[in-house]
């Protein structure tokens, strides 16, 4: 007896996470689909200049803190 008394709650909490999974999913998948064009837009334009200022600053921001070789 008392076990159907919890398991209804359980139930309807995991229907309930279920539903919210698939929103949520809804919203983020063609948000990060624009999120990663937004950031590839210059390479797919041609302009790459972009990613070799990043590129070249990386090993130099993390040169400084190295001792030896």
């Known amino acids: ?3 159907a008394r919890f398991s209804s709650p ?3 909490g995991v229907q309930r996470l279920d539903i919210t999974t698939r929103v949520t999913l ?5 948000a990060s689909g624009v999120y990663t064009y937004l950031g590839v837009r210059d ?3 041609g302009n790459a200049t972009i990613v070799f200022r990043l590129v070249s600053a990386v090993p130099s921001s993390r ?3 190295r001792r030896g070789g």
Not at 26 to 30: D, E, G, S
């Open 10 to 12: 359980l139930r309807d």
């Open 1 to 3: 007896m008392s076990s």
């Open 26 to 30: 809804a919203v983020l998948v063609p």
């Open 63 to 65: 040169a400084g803190g």
């Open 43 to 45: 390479l797919l334009n």
